[in-house]
């Protein structure tokens, strides 16, 4: 286990759902990151959070909604998603301090949007 | 478990012998990389990590080589397991440059017994 646990790890929604992924890492982080992993692509950032701040967005639609309320929680919401949204939706953290520039991942949830 | 489902170069390797896996980075500031393996159904696991000071990085049966004259950096397993199999791919970082990584599209290892 790296310390990064995500939930629900499979989720199945429909279009006009809601639904929110969570993160929760238990390292001492203060920078936490969502990632979309899909089919013949490299892993994309979505969203990067350092001490509660967002950071980075890196041009994801406004169906996704990131929600950092502290340093060791992660959320990102979904509503109105489109079957190409389907992935392995993966959270990371990483220390902002120290000589430790690692980023640890956690298990990923898997998300299909019919 | 599930695939990832990625259409990735496959390295095909006798068990016991050595594997390696290269990845060609792109950014010539990127001065830390790490190597991460994903087995199915599972997140990316951290492997090793080399910072651009170095030229080589020795863990527990793997290896890694930085070469910054040609950005590229390779993966050494020694005598290869089994329990290898996975997806292997690297991830470079400009600590100048933000939090951000860079991940290459990754190598799937097969482990033949």
């Known amino acids: 286990e790296t310390g990064v646990t995500q939930t629900p790890r499979h989720l199945v929604m429909g279009m006009t759902n809601k639904k929110s992924l969570k993160c929760e890492q238990h390292?001492?982080?203060?920078?936490m990151y969502w990632y979309k992993q899909s089919a013949k692509k490299p892993l994309e950032l979505m969203f990067v959070y350092n001490f509660k701040e967002q950071t980075e967005n890196n041009s994801v639609p406004s169906r996704f909604s990131p929600e950092c309320p502290n340093s060791s929680h992660l959320f990102l919401h979904l509503h109105t998603l489109q079957p190409e949204d389907s992935a392995l939706y993966l959270c990371?953290?990483?220390?902002?301090?120290?000589?430790?520039?690692?980023?640890?991942f956690g298990p990923g949830t898997r998300l299909t949007v019919l | 478990g599930e695939s990832v489902g990625l259409h990735l170069p496959t390295l095909s390797v006798q068990e016991g012998d050595n594997s390696i896996i290269n990845c060609a980075y792109s950014n010539s500031a990127s001065d830390y990389f790490i190597w991460y393996k994903q087995e199915s159904g599972k997140g990316p696991q951290f492997i090793i990590d080399i910072r651009s000071n170095m030229d080589k990085r020795q863990g527990q049966r793997v290896t890694v080589l930085l070469n910054k004259t040609v950005k590229h950096l390779s993966l050494q397993i020694a005598a290869t397991q089994p329990g290898d199999s996975a997806v292997y791919f690297c991830?470079?970082?400009?600590?100048?440059?933000?939090?951000?990584?860079?991940f290459g599209p990754g190598t799937r290892l097969s482990v033949l017994p």
């Open positions: 390292l001492g982080h203060n920078a």
């Open positions: 990371a953290s990483r220390p902002t301090s120290g000589s430790s520039d690692t980023q640890y």
């Open positions: 991830a470079e970082n400009n600590r100048n440059y933000g939090q951000n990584f860079v």
